[in-house]
């Protein structure tokens, strides 16, 4: 089974630049999740999808952090404009359903803002 | 806010049981204990989840105290390979958002 593909691997950008990432979740899976990891911290939980709903994005700093998923399947995370304090690993996840199903995680985006 | 206590780090050695705590003393009747790990450079793996009842699966085995107010995951013969951050989150079941705290830092020594 294919797990959660993400791209890119690596960013390095300037401040006030955009960026975006790319998530793929495994096929079927109803529910995406994008945390972020910023370094010697535990992933904290930016936005999570249900099909292509929106479930809870209280974590998001919608100012300038924006995500979709169109037509439930892949998602698009972006930063615009980024600033220094957004460099960390951008890590998507999914799971069957939501009901405390286990999440599988991609390998991450490590984003540095410079 | 994460509502586990880990130490920051442990070593043991190749081999031998590694026996990881997690002090959850706030925790409700209703709130599941999972476990997470967390490979360098790459995502959380998920390990295992229990309520009140020890389990046991292929990768560990986690142990919860009667009055659920701790627990230990256990890896029965550890190797290299289980050289990690280990994530122990407190989380209702029906509630999907894992709160992830700092973790446990094993090391895995030769």
């Known amino acids: 089974e294919a797990g959660v593909a993400q791209s890119p691997r690596y960013k390095i950008i300037e401040k006030r630049q955009s960026v975006a990432f790319w998530c793929n979740p495994i096929s079927g899976h109803a529910t995406l999740y994008w945390y972020q990891q910023i370094l010697g911290q535990g992933p904290k939980l930016l936005i999570q999808f249900q099909n292509n709903g929106v479930v809870d994005d209280s974590q998001l700093p919608k100012d300038r952090f924006s995500a979709e998923r169109l037509k439930g399947v892949d998602s698009t995370l972006k930063i615009q404009p980024a600033k220094l304090e957004d460099s960390a690993v951008y890590l998507c996840?999914?799971?069957?359903?939501?009901?405390?199903?286990?999440?599988?995680f991609g390998p991450g985006t490590r984003l540095t803002v410079l | 806010d994460a509502k586990t206590t880990q130490p920051p780090s442990m070593d043991c050695a190749e081999g031998r049981a590694a026996n990881l705590p997690c002090n959850h003393s706030t925790i409700s009747g209703n709130e599941y204990v999972y476990w997470y790990r967390q490979i360098h450079s790459q995502g959380p793996q998920y390990i295992i989840h229990g309520l009140k009842n020890n389990e046991t699966n292929e990768m560990a085995s986690l142990i919860i105290t009667e009055d659920r107010k701790s627990s230990t995951l256990i890896l029965p013969h550890a190797t290299l390979r289980d050289t990690a951050v280990y994530y122990c989150?407190?989380?209702?079941?029906?509630?999907?958002?894992?709160?992830f705290g700092t973790g446990t830092r094993l090391t895995i020594i030769p």
């Open positions: 989150i407190v989380r209702f079941f029906g509630n999907e958002k894992l709160t």
């Open positions: 996840a999914s799971s069957l359903e939501s009901d405390g199903d286990e999440q599988f």
